[in-house]
């Protein structure tokens, strides 16, 4: 896949982790999708970071040249909605991006009283 930038300024990552076991990425330059991944994946937590790195790379694009990080924030399962939305706001601080997403998900958290 050859992809050219007009402009690395606009470059926008979009993360969707809210169908089970399925991670999704999109590069975007405006309207225009200039790389995209999709992987049915049982290991969102794992394999997030280095899908994104393997979507930059093939893109050829900086983390540094990322202008925005989108996040679809749900509803979705609880720890791959949970996952996407986590690495989303932890790279939109590092690239000093004033951006904080809120997850939704399909329901509320099943968390029980520890047994000891």
Known sequence: MTVR???KNCVELLIDTTQQNKIVLRLLQGRRIVGKFSKADVKIS???LPAIAKLLKKA??????IKKVSVNPGPGGFSSTRTGVATANALNFALGLD???MPKYDKMPNITKSRK
């Open 5 to 7: 930038l007009l402009k």
């Open 46 to 48: 794992e394999n997030l």
């Open 60 to 65: 050829r694009v900086k983390l540094s040249d």
């Open 99 to 101: 951006k904080f997403v």
